[in-house]
């Protein structure tokens, strides 16, 4: 087994000490940081990832391996900037005005930063001005909204129509999710699409970039 396959490993399992110390040897053994980063990182979240698609792990699984990946993504990001790798793509995520719920929102970011790309966290009770912002003055790429309560869910077009003002809305794709939202929402506020997780996120967001 070579230092990539127990990184990845480690990953898997959620080890953040083992993804650190790995990573650490890694680099130390030579490794170009886009290796570890597409071989190791990013191949273990796409395997916890179908993992969760195929009911084999949860939530709480998902979300201890993500910050095993972000624990080795911190020691990783200055030599994948020195070496000059680009994000993939880069999106802007918050959890709409009115709503303080954080913990899906952040399972996202971190999916999506172990897939490769470069996070603008917006946080929470996110008004639409810095959805805005993050299109206009951050190139945000996509814009992902996140909703838990049924009384915040109307934010979402809130944003949608903020952004359609600033006259950025077809400089970028919208995606939303969270408990009371689902397609048929989507497609009524104007969004380009819907997730019912942080493993489909991924995958929808790479289909609207075509990466």
């Known amino acids: ?18 993804a650190l110390e790995k990573v650490k040897k890694a680099l130390e053994e030579g490794y170009a940081a886009d290796v570890i980063l597409n071989e190791g990182l990013i191949s273990a ?5 179908q993992m969760y698609e195929d009911g084999v792990v ?14 080795a993504l911190q020691i990783l990001r200055p ?8 994000p993939v793509g880069k999106v802007a995520i918050g959890t709409v005005k009115g709503d303080l719920h954080d ?22 009770d996110a008004p639409p001005e810095k959805f805005v912002d993050a299109v206009q003055n951050k190139g945000a790429d996509v814009v992902a909204l996140s909703a ?8 979402m077009k809130t944003v949608v129509d903020a952004l359609k003002q600033a006259g950025v809305r077809d400089k970028v794709r919208i995606i ?20 019912p997780d942080a493993s489909s996120a991924v995958r929808k967001v790479r289909e609207m970039l075509g990466v």
Do not use: H
């Open 148 to 155: 838990l309560l049924t009384t915040t869910m109307p934010n």
């Open 58 to 71: 949860f939530v709480p699984e998902m979300l201890i391996a993500a910050r095993a990946m972000d624990k």
């Open 1 to 18: 087994m070579t230092i990539i396959d127990e990184l990845r490993e480690g990953v898997i399992q959620g080890q953040a000490n083992v």
């Open 45 to 49: 979240m796409s395997n916890v990832g």
């Open 176 to 195: 939303i999710g969270g408990a009371p939202v689902n397609q048929a929402y989507a497609d009524q506020i104007g969004a380009d699409g819907y997730a």
């Open 103 to 124: 913990i899906g929102k952040k399972l996202v970011a971190m999916m999506l930063e172990g897939s490769g790309f470069e996070i603008i966290d917006l946080g929470i």
């Open 79 to 86: 030599y994948l900037v020195a070496q000059g790798v680009k």
